[in-house]
């Protein structure tokens, strides 16, 4: 056998992607007993000055080839892993091109052609496809040949920058080609909705080839099973489907629905069984052991409920081989219009674990753990559509049966007297009535005069979820009373409800110290360190140097913050690994009182103020703002505040200030700074 015969025939999925399919199916261990006659190579983004920095930084907006190969060569693993914002499965797109191609033979988000959909990471275990670590490793098998070149690309479509992409693509270097061998080809389609009395067509391809699989994620927008609807693959225009299938799930080689399970060639690494409105799935199929050829056209199409009766979420990618060139490809949505009921929960979003309670005479739904408590006459609790970036389902709270005047009382507990900027999300529907937001004008008056904050029209169609936006809301430390009021309806509405899905309260000025002196990096190689007391801690005088990490002499210097408060100090110090580090600064108070430090950081942190130990937090964790809060004492005048991180893996940086409603602190470098 010549040594490209070897190269190609050395794994099933290497055959598959030739057409070929060696006696006896895809005897992969039988062909390892075979001479492998060809050059393993591989492609990573490994640190290429030594160290252990292995990812890339990718901005917004931005492009990466990651890969630029020469042929003839043939791809056939490819692992991805990233850290990004929430549902950057569905934000990064990868790309590739074959033999110098213009339009790409693949397209789709990172999340969808490694098999899962919906923006969010599911493990999953297949032949072609397998995901681990909670799904964020991704690994591809696919064999993906080609004669002259090969580039592979990802795009950034999030709005933040993705901070970490690592990768791997392996493949074999061959002495030659077979004239007929196809290339791979994936594609992501979606219809949100699907549209009424017509098939979602998952490929239409022309040319010569042979079709090899799919994934197929759901989002219901009605309750019931989503999947009657049949398969229906029509190969080189036959009038009729020449393969007609019974169902969507029969097609996915389960039956009597769909549940969670991994197999070989099929599998459903989520589907959420209670087939409500919002309920979500992701199925895969793949046709190894029976491609699908296809000699003119091909197109692959499913049902969206019986005789195409529902009108749910559908999106997919399809796999194929195909001779070039290709059908242009269909537009590639937005990423806002991929993830048209995702929502990010940012730090200061509470996302209410709500519970009725005993209430005499109305409804009552408390979570005592996030400090939310709503009430009014009559109340009810369902799951929307939205999720979060864990997959789970916002749930509402609705008044059943409101007129105008009914009332809902929103109870909101803070950690600190602050101004703040709180966004009420609420829902919209067919039934629902405008709404208006009152505040109390003296907040601790028996019987507060009531303001209005803001309003919110209810009505809508589809049920769809609206934000009311209140700024420099001054909310006390504890519970505070926000009321939500019907004011009226749309004339179209049904009814004049009122529901609540969540509350994000941000604190509206946060003036996070911006002055820093830093010195490090100090040798740290577990989290015990933390509690080891380096040199800076025995005399922190700017003057001072110390033997740092390595035996390295280290000194303090001047740094600012970033616009967002942080403090990135593996971009300030190096080496940035198994470090701690030591930053400084003063803060001027007008008189001495008590207050709230707020602090953030990657990884464990310890604060002094004027010298005494305020805070000590051994953690591993991701930086950001107020993750912890400590009440502290300040002096009139300056105090001096030290900050300890330390470094446990991955980024190194800080976040740190007080809560300050009236802005009477005043950061700075010390009394250097000013006359007192």
Sequence with gaps: MSRSGHALAATGLLALATGFLPAGGQDMLG??????????????????????????????????????????AAIHHIWMTAAGEAFYGRKIVLRAFWDGEESPSVEAPLGDFFGMGHGLDRDLSSLPVACSSGGRARNAY?????????????????????DAFLFAVDYRELASLDPEAPYFHAQFRQETPCQPGKDYVLLAAGGRGHYVGCNLSVLQRS???????????????DEEPTLHGTGTEDYFSDAWGLRQAGNLFYGCPLQEEDFQVGSKATAYRFHIPDPIPFSRSIRVAFEHGHANDREDYYSSVAYWYQAEPHDPFPELPTADKRLPFALETMENFVLPRLEAVAAEGRSVYEDTKAGLRIGAPRLAASLTSYYDQQGTRFPVVATEGAVEGTRAELDLAVRATELYDIDLYL????????????????????????????????????????????????????????????????PKSAGMDLSFM?????????HFAADWDVVGPFDAPDMDSLAVAYPPEKQAALSEKYPGKGGREVSWKTVQAEASGYVRLDRLLQPAEKAVAYAMAYVRSPSDRTARLLVGSDDGVRVWVNGGLVHSNPVFRGAAPDQDDVTVGLR??????????LQGGGGWGFFLRFADPMNELAFGQGPADGKE
């Excluded at 009535?433 to 601790?444: C, F, H, Q, S």
């Design 142 to 162: 696919w064999a993906m040949p080609f004669r002259w070149s090969c580039r592979l690309t990802v795009t950034n479509e999030g709005a933040r920058p993705v």
């Design 31 to 72: 062909n390892l007993a075979g001479n492998q006659d060809f050059r393993s190579r591989r492609i990573s983004s490994y640190d290429r000055t030594g160290g252990n920095a292995d990812s890339l930084r990718i901005e917004p907006g931005k492009t990466v080839v990651i890969a630029e190969i020469k042929g003839p």
């Design 502 to 510: 969540g509350v994000a309260p941000a604190a509206s000025a946060r």
């Design 636 to 645: 009139k005048g300056w105090n001096k505040v030290l900050v300890k991180v």
């Design 223 to 237: 309750p019931g099973w989503w999947g009657e609807g049949d398969d229906k693959i029509t190969v080189d225009g």
């Design 427 to 490: 829902v919209r529907g067919p039934a629902n009535g405008d709404v208006r937001v009152l505040l109390p004008t003296k907040p601790e008056d028996p019987k507060p005069v009531l303001k209005e904050a803001g309003t919110f029209s209810g009505y809508a169609e589809l049920k769809e979820m609206g934000v009311v936006g209140l700024k420099d809301v001054l909310l006390r430390e504890g519970v505070n009373r926000i009321i939500l009021e019907v004011s009226g309806r749309d």
